[in-house]
């Protein structure tokens, strides 16, 4: 059964600074990563998608990066801003394709 | 495209009350995803449907709980009887093969059971 974890659950940083989210999973058998932001009271908006083909993809000031060998995957968010603060989710769909795994999230808060 | 619509988006009943939310996927999309949010629990996958067909729905908590995808652009999460620990936020997601599977979701319906 794949187990999808987040550290740290919270986190506070300065505006400006670089920072990395980190998710871990057990089972590397994946078809593909995503990793989504949640606003408080909101629903999931998608941020990255990584096929399991892949090692890495950007959009922005987001670079998201899959290693499976170690089971591991990071998120990461350049010179950040007060509007980035929000719950950091990913989830792992599982080698068919069907179901996704959830990780329980990072709350990030970004001091102006 | 309208992205996942769900309604209603908020849903307040008294315990033993039958609730009936409801979902319509992104047009083409072939996976419907049905999950509860909860503080303690996280976000946890109910069942999920491939071309209007149950595939997996190991999460259902229990026989009150029943999903129905009648064609592929509507699905429904029925609860009878609601009860209060029941309360949560539902959310339905879609994805396609031509998206790459890649997951959209719906703003969610917040239930309140008293």
């Known amino acids: 059964k794949q187990e999808v974890t987040q550290i740290p659950a919270a986190l506070s940083v300065p505006e400006g600074e670089n920072l990395v989210l980190n998710c871990s999973f057990t089972?590397?058998?994946?078809?593909?990563l995503q990793w989504f932001r949640q606003d408080p009271g909101k629903g999931l908006t998608s941020l990255l998608l990584?096929?399991?083909?892949?090692r890495e993809q950007t959009s922005g000031r987001l670079n998201a990066s899959l290693d499976k060998s170690s089971g591991r995957s990071t998120l990461y968010i350049a010179a950040s801003q007060p509007g980035d603060s929000a719950t950091y989710l990913c989830?792992?769909?599982?080698?068919?394709?069907?179901?996704?795994?959830f990780g329980d999230g990072t709350t990030l808060t970004v001091k102006p | 495209d309208a992205g996942v619509i769900q309604s209603p988006r908020h849903e307040v009943t008294e315990m033993g009350q039958e609730v009936t939310l409801r979902c319509k996927p992104i047009?083409?999309?072939?996976?419907l995803f049905w999950y509860r949010q909860t503080m303690m629990r996280g976000l946890e996958l109910l069942i999920y449907?491939?071309?209007?067909?149950?595939?997996?729905d190991s999460g259902m908590p229990e026989d009150r709980f029943s999903a129905k995808m009648p064609n592929a652009s509507f699905s429904t999460l029925k609860i009878q009887p609601s009860e209060p620990r029941d309360s949560a936020v539902y959310f339905c997601?879609?994805?396609?093969?031509?998206?790459?599977?890649?997951?959209?979701f719906g703003p969610g319906t917040r239930l309140t059971v008293t």
């Open positions: 449907f491939n071309n209007n067909v149950p595939i997996d």
């Open positions: 990584i096929q399991s083909s892949q």
């Open positions: 989830a792992m769909r599982d080698a068919n394709a069907g179901k996704s795994t």
């Open positions: 047009s083409g999309h072939d996976y």
């Open positions: 997601a879609s994805s396609s093969m031509w998206r790459v599977y890649e997951q959209y």
């Open positions: 089972d590397s058998a994946i078809y593909n």
